[in-house]
T-cell receptor, first 112, second 115 residues
Framework: GNSVTQMEGPVTLSEEAFLTINCTYT??????LFWYVQYPGEGLQLLLK?????DKGSNKGFEATYRKETTSFHLEKGSVQVSDSAVYFC???????????FGGGTRLMVKP | EPEVTQTPSHQVTQMGQEVILRCVPI?????FYWYRQILGQKVEFLVS????????KSEIFDDQFSVERPDGSNFTLKIRSTKLEDSAMYFC?????????????FGPGTRLTVT
């Protein structure tokens, strides 16, 4: 079956630091890949996605590239802000386009 | 911007009691989902629902669980006899039909505490 593994948190950074959150996946076929963000007290929001190999998803300064050769979809941001503090979830969805498979989530804390 | 809503935000119940978690998906969406997240663990898929029937379910979704779309707007998850291990955050999601690649929109979740 499909699975997603992401680095455990919490990740604590100072404002303007560079962020990487690692995510790897196992899947049959060609899954679509997603990053969701959960701000305190809120639901999961789609941050970015990529649907095929070498696609780069980007949004709000975050980006991730679908790497089929390394089965990875690492999330990066060049300069984090305090407002980026949240829990980030990597997820995959199979060819059938139905259920999402999530990683364990990574809590990011950005200090001023 | 349209959004998925869920009620209540927090539900406390005693073991063995029935609970119904409610969701109002985005109005023109036709695919509906329930996920749950036990504290400190992964978000796990429970069930998907389309055209008034379950289209896929996980091993977690046993006979104690059921889903229903009782009217044109609500989508409910019922747990018949709650257990302590049902304590979790339950997320509802919905998806449109424009493309199989369209995203799932999530609600804010209902925290269920079984005592």
């Amino acid at each position: 079956g499909n699975s997603v593994t992401q680095m455990e948190g919490p990740v604590t950074l100072s404002e303007e630091a560079f962020l990487t959150i690692n995510c790897t996946y196992t899947a049959t076929g060609y899954p679509s890949l997603f990053w969701y963000v959960q701000y305190p007290g809120e639901g999961l929001q789609l941050l970015l996605k990529a649907t095929k190999a070498d696609d780069k998803g980007s949004n709000k300064g975050f980006e991730a590239t679908y790497r089929k050769e390394t089965t990875s979809f690492h999330l990066e941001k060049g300069s984090v802000q305090v407002s980026d503090s949240a829990v980030y979830f990597c997820a995959s969805r199979g060819d059938a386009g139905n259920m999402l498979t999530f990683g364990g989530g990574t809590r990011l804390m950005v200090k001023p | 911007e349209p959004e998925v809503t869920q009620t209540p935000s927090h539900q406390v119940t005693q073991m063995g009691q029935e609970v119904i978690l409610r969701c109002v998906p985005i109005s023109n969406h036709l695919y509906f989902y329930w996920y749950r997240q036990i504290l400190g663990q992964k978000v796990e898929f429970l069930v998907s629902f389309y055209n008034n029937e379950i289209s896929e379910k996980s091993e977690i979704f046993d006979d104690q669980f059921s889903v229903e779309r009782p009217d044109g707007s609500n989508f409910t998850l019922k747990i018949r006899s709650t257990k302590l291990e049902d304590s979790a955050m339950y997320f509802c999601a919905s998806r449109g039909v424009t493309s199989v690649l369209s995203e799932q929109y999530f609600g804010p979740g209902t925290r269920l505490t079984v005592t």
